[in-house]
């Protein structure tokens, strides 16, 4: 079995990310740099609502999900659930009795309790690329493969604007039954930049963003904190960020890409958030 690698990050008041924050700080507390890399699974143990964010990338052997110390469980779903996207090659995921095959941009959920997860890819030459994200369970739902045919596609601004784009809800109530989680794809159209402006928060929920789709020699600026306070990381193809319940999340690119959006709190309720007009951003 290949190797499996985790790391903890911790909460930061936003009146100290205002004032001690220089820009490698910022990436070290928010950036995640390495998602895949071969024959791995890496994790990032977020304070923020417990969120994990990571990726495996199964190449010439399988990976097993394994549970890692901050979770104190003998298996890794044994109070957690998780949504898994793939964004490589086709892949294929064994859970307990199940097994799923996921092509590039195809969703699955799995739900508290399921206890042995390993992925594989169907052909080493293009290995799948299963980005992860999980949280807290207090209930067993249902596992769920989820195509993205069968999102809920919203359309989104305008090229007038440089931020014309579809959102693709793939796991979100309605679709999928979860305790806490969500997860979709949001897919920038030629021409367009933007993405999530105007801007808002989630008092309620925190968010992690992973930029994909993102051409070589290009690059994404993605902006936080809060509104009247911004602060910005630079990001490269295949990276992530953490993003705060009291921080905004945008981001504009050197040229179109798409971004996994996943978030986790007190509701399910996607459209619960605390806009900030364009004018209000500083």
Same mark, same amino acid.
């Given at each position: 079995?290949?190797?499996?690698?985790?790391?903890?990050?911790?909460?930061?008041?936003?009146?100290?990310?205002?004032?001690?924050?220089?820009?490698?700080?910022? =990436?070290?507390?928010?950036?995640?740099?390495?998602? +895949?890399?071969?024959?791995?699974?890496?994790?990032?143990?977020?304070?923020?609502?417990?969120?994990?964010?990571?990726?495996?990338?199964?190449?010439?052997?399988?990976?097993?999900?394994?549970?890692?110390?901050?979770?104190?469980?003998?298996?890794?779903?044994? =109070?957690?659930?998780?949504?898994?996207?793939?964004?490589?090659?086709?892949?294929?995921?064994?859970?307990?009795?199940? #097994?799923?095959?996921?092509?590039?941009?195809?969703?699955? !959920?799995?739900?508290?309790? #399921?206890?042995?997860?390993?992925?594989?890819?169907?052909?080493?030459?293009?290995?799948?690329? +299963?980005?992860?994200?999980?949280?807290?369970?207090?209930?067993?739902?249902?596992?769920?493969?989820?195509?993205?045919?069968?999102?809920?596609?919203?359309?989104?601004?305008?090229?007038? #604007?440089?931020?014309?784009?579809?959102?693709?809800?793939?796991?979100?109530?309605?679709?999928?039954?979860?305790?806490?989680?969500?997860?979709?794809?949001?897919?920038?159209?030629?021409?367009?930049?933007?993405?999530?402006?105007?801007?808002?928060?989630?008092?309620?929920?925190?968010?992690?963003?992973?930029?994909?789709?993102?051409?070589?020699?290009?690059?994404?600026?993605?902006?936080?904190?809060?509104?009247?306070? #911004? =602060?910005?990381?630079?990001?490269?193809?295949?990276?992530?960020?953490?993003?705060?319940?009291?921080?905004?999340?945008?981001?504009?690119?050197?040229?179109?890409?798409?971004?996994?959006?996943?978030?986790?709190?007190?509701?399910?309720? !996607?459209?619960?958030?605390?806009?900030?007009?364009?004018?209000?951003?500083?």
């Amino acid at each position: 079995m290949g190797k499996l690698n985790f790391e903890e990050r911790y909460p930061v008041h936003p009146e100290d990310f205002r004032r001690f924050y220089d820009t490698q700080k910022i =990436r070290e507390e928010f950036l995640i740099e390495k998602i +895949f890399a071969n024959d791995e699974i890496n994790l990032v143990y977020s304070s923020y609502d417990r969120y994990i964010v990571g990726g495996a990338k199964p190449v010439k052997e399988k990976l097993n999900l394994e549970s890692i110390d901050p979770l104190k469980a003998d298996f890794f779903l044994k =109070r957690r659930e998780m949504g898994i996207i793939n964004v490589g090659g086709k892949g294929i995921i064994e859970a307990d009795a199940e #097994t799923y095959e996921l092509e590039n941009k195809e969703a699955l !959920y799995l739900g508290q309790g #399921t206890k042995d997860v390993i992925f594989s890819s169907a052909d080493k030459s293009n290995p799948a690329k +299963f980005y992860i994200n999980s949280a807290p369970a207090h209930k067993a739902y249902a596992n769920k493969k989820v195509l993205k045919a069968n999102a809920n596609v919203l359309e989104m601004g305008s090229l007038e #604007t440089s931020n014309a784009r579809k959102i693709h809800q793939l796991l979100v109530h309605g679709i999928v039954d979860t305790c806490q989680l969500q997860m979709g794809i949001t897919e920038l159209q030629s021409g367009s930049v933007w993405n999530t402006m105007p801007a808002h928060n989630h008092s309620r929920r925190m968010e992690a963003y992973f930029y994909f789709d993102v051409p070589e020699g290009q690059a994404v600026c993605h902006f936080m904190g809060q509104h009247d306070e #911004t =602060r910005h990381i630079w990001l490269l193809n295949e990276q992530a960020v953490l993003s705060p319940a009291w921080s905004i999340h945008c981001g504009a690119g050197t040229s179109n890409y798409s971004f996994i959006w996943g978030m986790a709190g007190e509701n399910l309720d !996607y459209s619960d958030m605390d806009k900030f007009e364009i004018a209000e951003l500083k």
